[in-house]
């Protein structure tokens, strides 16, 4: 396979060392000023103060269009529903038998006749049925191996920031 580059510590210092010196005139950080500080001029101030006057009435004391309760049990329903399903995700067990499959939230591993890595058939329950999906067997052959990574070089990122 062929060789892939990436960016180790030591290219990562280069790197940050040269963007600093190329963006060097950013505006630093003013001690005393953030985002809260007001420096917006009288005529925007006014502005945000007056947006939207006469766009809220009502009466707090009369309570005749309070909020509709069953919002919060159907919220409440609908937690207990993601709970559940998130309890139920990656659920798996070991059977001997396809008679034994019988939950549709349970990923089913039955034994083969496979070695080291695959050692299970994997079944779920689809319309009511036990349907094979897979094995667990793994073939890493087409990922990088650690050996396939070379660290770019700093004159590598000199070249790439110089284009």
Known sequence: MEEKKYLDNNGLAHLWLLLKAKFSNKVDKVEGKGLSTNDLTDELVTKINNAGDSSFSGNYEDLSNKPDLTVFAKTTDMNAAINTAVANINKKEIVTAISD????NTIYLMANSGSENNVYDEY????????????????????????????????????????
Do not use: C, F, H, R
């Open 101 to 104: 499959m019988t939950d549709v």
């Open 124 to 163: 779920i329950i689809v319309n009511g049925k036990p349907e094979k999906i897979g094995t667990t067997e793994v073939d890493l052959s087409n990922y990088i191996q650690k050996t396939d990574l070379v660290a770019i070089t700093n004159a590598e990122i000199d070249q790439m920031l110089a284009e």
